[in-house]
């Protein structure tokens, strides 16, 4: 079964950067993908950013994050990283690291439902 570890969580001054990882183990082929959720107090949990393990490396970036996160992966270390730029108080919440065996490519938006395993999550708080 696959496991998936988040670091790199914290507290943040809005207009700070964080840098998430996902280190990543179990999988049974090369045919899934990798990203975060997060869930803020009180909301749904939603999706955030993503990225195909393949060679294709399809990306997904949630609107409100475009331009200020980047998602990575590190074949050599199974890691997948987030870096988060000019954070806000929006972005604050629990980034839950999750895996699918689905593509990336067939999913408007992944949803929860979608997802094969799932990390223990990381909180990140940003304050103003």
């Known amino acids: 079964e696959a496991q998936l570890v988040e670091s790199g969580g914290g507290s943040v001054q809005a207009g700070g950067s964080l840098r998430l990882s996902c280190a990543v183990s179990g999988f049974l082929s090369a045919d899934y993908f990798i990203g975060w959720f997060r869930q803020a107090p009180g909301k749904e949990r939603e999706a955030v950013s993503f990225?195909?393990?393949?060679?294709?490396?399809?990306?997904y970036y949630e609107d409100s994050v475009k331009g200020r996160f980047t998602i990575s992966r590190d074949s050599s270390k199974n890691t997948v990283y987030l870096q988060m730029n000019n954070l806000n108080r929006e972005d604050t919440g629990v980034y839950y690291c999750?895996?699918?065996?689905?593509?990336?490519?067939?999913?408007?938006?992944?949803?929860?439902?979608?997802?094969?395993?799932w990390g223990k999550g990381t909180l990140v708080t940003v304050s103003s």
């Open positions: 999750a895996g699918s065996y689905l593509r990336l490519d067939t999913l408007l938006v992944p949803a929860p439902a979608n997802m094969d395993y």
């Open positions: 990225i195909s393990v393949d060679d294709d490396g399809t990306t």
